[in-house]
């Protein structure tokens, strides 16, 4: 079993609808819990990262965590076509490394 | 600013050859760190530097991979012996420091092909 599950989509949503992105995980160490998006042929672009339990709020992007339930959630709110990406969750324990899921491939037709 | 760079973009070896892949960390960035992310794939951690020391070598897959950053800033990962199972898009990303390592910058990748 992977320490960090995603649902590798593809997820199609039309344009301006809330996107909700999720994760479980199953390290109990984590702390850390960080969303990034992938472009194709591209880097992982930092979105946002989050410590323990609770919200964390970025323009249209909201992070979520639950530590009680181990899930870990990214809502886009008005999402846009330029929102087409592949999104990774990450965590991070005691150690510097982060363990990434799979990524759930999103698209965000006009 | 710059961002985080890597070269070359693109590598195809043929099976047993080794290759060298470059990593130029955002300037004044003490951390720095490798993932190999296999196509469809979350990237998977292979080693970390802080400054000139490796301190965390756990995920390098076998032997034949080998990091260095011998100054502290550029890094290099060679790989010997190429095989088909190396095929994977190589990422190096950086920290400021050790206290910041939950955010990672991560420069486009090397894309290795081994036929």
């Known amino acids: 079993q992977k320490e960090v599950e995603q649902d590798p989509g593809p997820l199609s949503v039309p344009e301006g609808a809330i996107v909700s992105l999720n994760c479980t995980y199953s390290n109990s160490a984590f702390q850390y819990f960080m969303w990034y998006r992938q472009y194709s042929r591209k880097g992982p672009e930092l979105l946002m990262y989050?410590?323990?339990?609770g919200n964390k709020e970025d323009g249209r992007f909201t992070a979520q965590v639950d530590k009680s339930s181990k899930y870990i959630s990214l809502f886009i709110r008005d999402s846009q076509p330029s929102d087409s990406a592949t999104y990774l969750c990450a965590g991070r324990g005691n150690t510097d490394k982060l363990i990434f899921g799979t990524g759930t491939r999103l698209q965000v037709f006009p | 600013g710059a961002g985080v760079s890597q070269s070359p973009r693109y590598k195809v070896a043929k099976r047993g050859q080794d290759v060298a892949l470059r990593c130029d960390p955002i300037s004044g960035h003490v951390s720095l760190f490798w993932y190999q992310q296999a196509l469809g794939q979350g990237p998977e951690f292979l080693t970390y530097?802080?400054?000139?020391?490796?301190?965390?070598k756990s995920g390098l897959p076998s032997d034949r991979f080998f990091a260095e950053r011998p100054e502290g800033s550029v890094s290099t990962l060679k790989i010997q012996r190429t095989q088909q199972e190396d095929s994977a898009v190589y990422l190096c990303a950086s920290s400021l420091s050790a206290p910041t390592n939950n955010e990672q910058y991560f420069g486009p990748g090397t894309r290795l092909t081994v036929t």
């Open positions: 989050t410590y323990s339990s």
């Open positions: 530097f802080q400054n000139e020391a490796q301190l965390d």
